[in-house]
């Protein structure tokens, strides 16, 4: 779908104001495209005990999928680095699950106007998913 880049990269840099990383200190935000041009952002959420915290991505998506959406196009996300930030291996698989891998756009950015333009499927190949169980299933 036609959506202009840009605008979902300043949004995922509006949601790492709100960012909660007391821990590691590494703020990220994240942008989330439904594929009726709504968007959900998100934020990294930590907690003292560690492995309660959340990445923005997941944020974003667990946001869009509690509310009834669950078509997506595109994922921008934006963090401290000076290189484009790519989703942890748990972000991908939870994208996995809800996004077409070879249409669903995910753009690393670096900056406001500098970003890198991934198909899903590209920065998770070989994939677990729902298939994988369905093959297997004894019935
Ligand atoms: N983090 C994200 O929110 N997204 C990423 O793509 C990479 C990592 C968060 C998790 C944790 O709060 C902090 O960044 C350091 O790993």
């Known amino acids: 779908m036609e959506y202009n880049r840009q605008d979902l990269i300043q949004i995922a840099y509006e949601a790492k104001k709100y960012s909660y990383a007391p821990y590691s200190g590494f703020h990220v935000g994240a942008a989330l495209l439904c594929t009726d041009g709504t968007i959900f ?14 990445c923005a991505e997941r944020t974003a998506i667990f946001k ?3 509310e009834g959406y669950s078509s997506f196009a595109a994922i921008a996300i934006a963090g401290d680095k000076e290189e484009y930030l790519a989703p942890c291996g748990v972000c991908r698989q939870v994208l996995m699950e809800f996004c077409d891998a070879d249409t669903f756009e995910v753009i690393l950015a670096k900056n406001n106007t500098d970003y ?3 198909q899903l499927r590209d920065l998770y190949p ?3 998913s729902q298939s994988d169980l369905i093959s297997h299933k004894i019935c």
Do not use: D, K, M
């Open 41 to 54: 952002s998100g934020c990294n959420i930590e907690n003292a005990a560690y492995t309660p915290s959340n």
């Open 126 to 128: 070989y994939a677990f």
């Open 116 to 118: 890198q333009l991934l």
């Open 64 to 66: 869009a999928v509690s």
